[in-house]
Structure formats: structure tokens, C-alpha cells
């Protein structure tokens, strides 16, 4: 069973930058692929960004390419999300996840096993 924890939300103007956090505890952190999604009110739950067990290939939602940036650290169990450039838009409760990395389709929430509890990102403009 894996516990993920996210952390770094909050309330920041349009321009500006957060970078999310997300610990994992429990299960082979190092082997799974980890993602984040978004959901703002009244909308479905999206794909945001995701990153393969070794870091070495990542996807990102065509609305956040060049503007974040997702990583990790196996050594810390934790992977981040760096988000530069926010925009009102970007508004919504963030949700860390993790996928067996058998799991092709990252974009899709069906992939992912485990879901943190989300940390609120809202943008004022």
C-alpha cells in the first residue's frame, strides 16, 4: 500500500511560481510511475504531468508544457511539480498519483492505483 502526501499549495498572483511537493511512503516508490492532476470546481479531474521510475522520460498536458515541469527523487521517495507562469486557469486542487510503470497511458486516472489527498493551488489575477 502506498501513502502519498502532497504539500506546497497555495495562494500565489498570475505570473507567479509554486513548486508542489508529493512523499511517498510504503510500496517501491522507485518503480512506479508518478503522476499529477488537477480538478477545479465544477470540472473533471486532469492530467497535469507525469514522470517514468527513473526520471529519464516525462509527459505533460499540452496546457502546461513549457510552463512545468515534473521531477523526482528516489532517494527522498518524493516527486515535485515546478510551475512557473501560473495563470488563473491553473486554479484546482492537485492530486499526486502513482501507477505500476507497466502502465502505459498516463494520461488516463484509470492507470494510477494511489492518490494523495490534493493541495489547493489558486492564482489570483
Known amino acids: 500500500q502506498v501513502q502519498l502526501v502532497e504539500s506546497g499549495g497555495g495562494l500565489v498572483q498570475a505570473g507567479g511560481s509554486l513548486r508542489l511537493s508529493c512523499a511517498a511512503s510504503?510500496?517501491?516508490?522507485?518503480?512506479?510511475?508518478m503522476g499529477w492532476f488537477r480538478q477545479a470546481p465544477g470540472k473533471e479531474r486532469e492530467f497535469v504531468a507525469a514522470?517514468?521510475?527513473?526520471?529519464?522520460?516525462?509527459a505533460y498536458a499540452d496546457s502546461v508544457k513549457g510552463r512545468f515541469t515534473i521531477s523526482r527523487d528516489n532517494a527522498k521517495n518524493t516527486v515535485y511539480l515546478q510551475m512557473n507562469s501560473l495563470k488563473p486557469e491553473d486554479t484546482a486542487v492537485y492530486y499526486c498519483?502513482?501507477?505500476?510503470?507497466?502502465?502505459?497511458?498516463?494520461?488516463?486516472?484509470?492507470?494510477?492505483?494511489?492518490w494523495g489527498q490534493g493541495t489547493q493551488v489558486t492564482v489570483s489575477s
Open positions: 510504503g510500496g517501491t516508490f522507485g518503480s512506479n510511475t
Open positions: 514522470v517514468n521510475w527513473s526520471g529519464g522520460s516525462k
Open positions: 498519483a502513482a501507477a505500476n510503470w507497466r502502465r502505459e497511458r498516463w494520461s488516463l486516472r484509470s492507470s494510477y492505483d494511489y
